[in-house]
């Protein structure tokens, strides 16, 4: 419980910074917008190559979607596996959205994207143990080292990011 009411909290701070009312110049405003980047890794899957989830991990993507649904999501990403697909769906259709896949591979380009593009508001990215600390790091600077377990699928990290490169997160469990 206590998780949900930081995350709460956090998504509100953010969205009180959003310069959106502002009369200064708006692409100023939008270059120095924080974006607010949650990234999980996909929830419990089976065995095999691109698995689908298991019970416990179709459990967990509802209670991410119910953790998010008051949240004010721009856009939800997930690569094009069907574990993070499935991770992604409940809140993704909860908030209306599409989900936009993204290559592993290109993660530089992605934290650049999330932050241009959703500049001043909020995005739930899902990736993998290997990916998610990779596009931490991309979004908050080199001194962000994280890792996850390969049997972690409970981890959130909830990513202050600025144009600068420079951020900071919140790491919660869920």
Same mark, same amino acid.
């Given at each position: 419980?206590?998780?949900? !009411?930081?995350?709460?909290?956090?998504?509100?701070?953010?969205?009180?910074?959003?310069?959106?009312?502002?009369?200064?110049? #708006?692409? #100023?405003?939008?270059?120095?917008?924080?974006?607010?980047?949650?990234?999980?890794?996909? #929830?419990?899957?089976?065995?095999?190559?691109?698995?689908?989830?298991?019970?416990?991990?179709?459990? %967990?993507?509802?209670?991410?979607?119910?953790?998010?649904?008051?949240?004010?999501?721009?856009?939800?990403?997930?690569?094009?596996?069907?574990?993070?697909?499935?991770?992604?769906?409940?809140?993704?259709?909860?908030?209306?959205?599409?989900?936009?896949?993204?290559?592993?591979?290109?993660?530089?380009?992605?934290?650049?994207?999330?932050?241009?593009?959703?500049?001043?508001?909020?995005?739930?990215?899902?990736?993998?143990?290997?990916?998610?600390?990779?596009?931490?790091?991309? !979004?908050?600077?080199?001194?962000?080292?994280?890792?996850?377990?390969?049997?972690?699928?409970?981890?959130?990290?909830?990513?202050?990011? %600025?144009?600068?490169?420079?951020?900071?997160?919140?790491?919660?469990?869920?």
């Amino acid at each position: 419980m206590i998780q949900y !009411l930081i995350l709460s909290l956090l998504l509100l701070t953010t969205a009180s910074c959003d310069p959106a009312g502002s009369s200064s110049d #708006a692409s #100023a405003e939008a270059a120095a917008a924080t974006t607010t980047v949650i990234l999980v890794r996909h #929830a419990e899957k089976a065995a095999g190559e691109d698995p689908e989830l298991t019970a416990a991990g179709t459990e %967990r993507a509802k209670r991410l979607q119910l953790m998010l649904s008051e949240a004010d999501l721009a856009a939800v990403y997930s690569t094009d596996t069907r574990r993070t697909q499935a991770t992604a769906g409940p809140t993704a259709q909860d908030h209306g959205l599409d989900i936009q896949t993204y290559d592993a591979s290109g993660l530089p380009a992605l934290a650049k994207n999330l932050v241009r593009s959703h500049a001043g508001r909020t995005v739930l990215v899902v990736g993998h143990s290997n990916t998610t600390p990779d596009l931490l790091t991309e !979004l908050v600077g080199p001194g962000a080292t994280v890792t996850i377990d390969a049997e972690d699928f409970g981890t959130i990290y909830v990513v202050s990011a %600025r144009r600068s490169g420079r951020g900071e997160f919140l790491h919660l469990r869920y």
